[in-house]
């Protein structure tokens, strides 16, 4: 059963206009970890297929959630890359109908492990205005928007819009001169950046978690290069016991994962 969200999220001031009521399964915990956009095409080429699941997998073991829209495509690569428990999808739709139809036992399982949300009530059935509002949610989610193939006059290039307006970085697979003609174009005027090999990409978000390191909120804060004494405010003696185990570092007041 879905329920509402009552905590003000700041990263939605960003958005036109805040959202008047957003509704939730799952676990809300996920709004707190770094977050990252990822849109594209309904048919995306095979390399896109590939290097879009990679992304989305390297991002998540570096404690990053990867949002995005369920729809076919791009979406649900991006979401079956990142896992179940690191991924949040936003919907066109009341959250007791589960769209689209093939997607429906991955958005169960997000349900139950990651975050579903939606701004629209039950019994709503998605409208092409409705998947406008989704697409501005989705990316006022993440720190940044990644765009992994996408055509000129998209929706994904709607998805753009909204994130110059916000002031978003954005990040585009190089593609072939006659594929992906709308990532292309934002390669050719400079609105965007290309990522040239993930790993390093993904690398500016944080270490990957060694065996034995719980990727808790302790672990996704410390992500972030807290100061000391931000990180004692927060988590007490977890501080200390964690640089005696050798999981953190602190230097010059910041605190990094070792």
């Not at 991955?106 to 492990?113: H, K, R, V």
């Not at 697409?135 to 110059?164: C, H, K, P, Q």
């Not at 006659?178 to 993904?202: C, P, R, V, W, Y």
């Amino acid at each position: 059963m879905s329920q509402t969200i009552t905590q003000h999220l700041p990263a939605l001031n960003a958005m036109k206009k805040y959202p008047s009521t957003l509704f939730y399964k799952g676990n809300l915990d996920l709004l707190q970890r770094p977050k990252v956009s990822i849109v594209g095409t309904r048919r995306p080429s095979n390399y896109t297929r590939h290097s879009t699941y990679i992304l989305a997998k390297a991002l998540a073991k570096r404690g990053v959630c990867v949002v995005s829209g369920a729809a076919m495509g791009v979406d649900t690569i991006a979401h079956a890359g990142a896992g179940e428990e690191n991924t949040i999808a936003v919907v066109a739709n009341g959250l007791d109908i589960r769209y689209p139809a093939v997607n429906k036992d991955l958005i169960e399982s997000i349900e139950t492990q990651g975050l579903v949300l939606s701004q629209f009530n039950d019994g709503f059935r998605a409208t092409g205005w409705s998947f406008v509002v989704r697409n501005e949610l989705v990316v006022a989610l993440g720190d940044i928007l990644i765009v992994t193939e996408a055509d000129l006059n998209s929706g994904s290039m709607r998805s753009v819009e909204y994130a110059f307006k916000m002031g978003k970085k954005i990040f585009v697979l190089p593609q072939r001169l006659d594929e992906s003609l709308g990532t292309n174009q934002l390669l050719h005027t400079m609105k965007a950046t290309a990522i040239h090999d993930i790993e390093s990409f993904a690398s500016t978000f944080g270490q990957i978690a060694e065996d034995g390191v719980a990727k808790d909120d302790f672990f996704y804060f410390c992500q972030n290069s807290p100061t000391f004494d931000e990180s004692i405010k927060k988590f007490g003696d977890r501080v200390y016991e964690a640089e005696l185990e050798g999981i953190i570092t602190i230097q010059n007041g910041i605190v990094r994962l070792s």
